[in-house]
């Protein structure tokens, strides 16, 4: 009688055993699910913080080369009106000449305006450029924040996700352990009896 209880016992301390095993595994499929889920979140948003960074690289290096194409553009112009005030001059010392030759320069001075004109409508539109290139740099500074502030909530959740996983390892572990413990006091007092 007291072996056949020893053995009803045995038997429910296996079944609750199998039991809690059980539990643990599905804890375990449901936890491990979520983490390959979100490291898969993390590897798309760090690429696509490299998108952005790329972008954002891009938007500043076509800013500078605007900057540098303005100087340009402002440096020749100022050469050519220094050009063109010198001839003025010359031809102002040759009065003999200066019928024909202002007729020149007129015309020449009137290309040049309309040329300083469309400058200037260019430097508009420059500055009109710059002002967009500065404004989505600072959109892309702002999206960048956010995906870098996502990317280190993603790896702390997942940090904390793996040392969850592995506390339940260690759990069932000890459990299994404390089983085949008892399992083994068990034979042992059964082969006594």
Known sequence: VRNSAI?????????????RRQE???MLADIENPLQVLEKSIHEMRESQSD???KLSYVLRRNQELD?????MHDELGKTRSTLELQFHKIQGK???VFNELDQTIKCTEKLHHGILELKS???VLKKVRANTEEAITDLKKDLDSVQFKHQNAENLSCHLKSEIDRIRQKM????????????CRQKA???D
Do not use: F, I
């Open 7 to 19: 053995l009803t016992n045995l038997k429910d301390k296996q079944l609750e055993s199998k039991r």
């Open 24 to 26: 643990l595994a599905k």
């Open 52 to 54: 952005l960074t790329e």
């Open 68 to 72: 540098e194409e303005q100087t340009r």
């Open 95 to 97: 009065y003999s000449e």
């Open 122 to 124: 260019s430097k508009h």
């Open 173 to 184: 572990q000890k459990d299994r352990e404390s089983h085949m413990l008892h399992l083994d």
């Open 190 to 192: 059964l082969k006594k």
